[in-house]
């Protein structure tokens, strides 16, 4: 449709030098670039002034492969000095709650846990009486259940384990508990 050729016209005006070379697009959209430059923070080794600098280590030729190609007098040991990390695998993952947030956020959440059910209790209550009718009991107890779940997902949100199924169930009950 119509924004569709806007993205394509102006991926095709697209037409900049970034940190890894010329960055401009063909008709099909596709980048022009076929050498992508490889840079790297690193520390300067001349005077100890600590200056952070870029390095040009390597770059990647998107017709060969996109096989990674070292410059001159780079390799493995220069680029990755503590070995080569491993592809996408996290090493290590920590998670810190501090207790002072933590115990603040259940406290609210349980407040408003109260609120909710003493909300529905009202509504529950008092349901003949003409001041509840007016507000639309129904929506009342569609609007405190909804409450009553965000509240609920504060606990589950807090709550982290390293079991690889308990992440998962953790991860939809969570995502559960803000879509319905």
Not at 121 to 146: C, D, E
Request: net charge neutral; charged share 15%.
């Amino acid at each position: 449709g119509l924004m569709g050729c806007v993205i394509s016209w102006c991926l095709e005006q697209t037409n900049f030098l970034g940190a890894s070379g010329r960055i401009q697009f063909d008709v099909n959209g596709t980048i022009v670039q076929n050498v992508i430059r490889l840079l790297q923070y690193r520390r300067s080794v001349n005077g100890d002034d600590g200056y952070l600098g870029t390095v040009r280590y390597g770059f990647v030729d998107r017709t060969s492969n996109f096989e990674l190609q070292y410059e001159e007098m780079e390799n493995d040991a220069s680029v990755f000095p503590a070995g080569i990390p491993p592809d996408g695998t996290p090493v290590k993952i920590i998670h810190t709650f501090y207790p002072g947030l933590v115990a603040t956020y259940y406290t609210l959440a349980t407040l408003g846990l109260c609120f909710a059910i003493g909300c529905l209790v009202f509504n529950t209550v008092f349901y003949k009486r003409k001041v509840v009718r007016m507000t639309s009991p129904n929506l009342n107890y569609f609007i405190a259940v909804g409450a009553l779940l965000l509240y609920t997902s504060v606990y589950v949100g807090v709550l982290h384990t390293t079991d690889e199924t308990a992440v998962k169930v953790h991860c939809i009950l969570f995502s559960w508990l803000y879509v319905v």
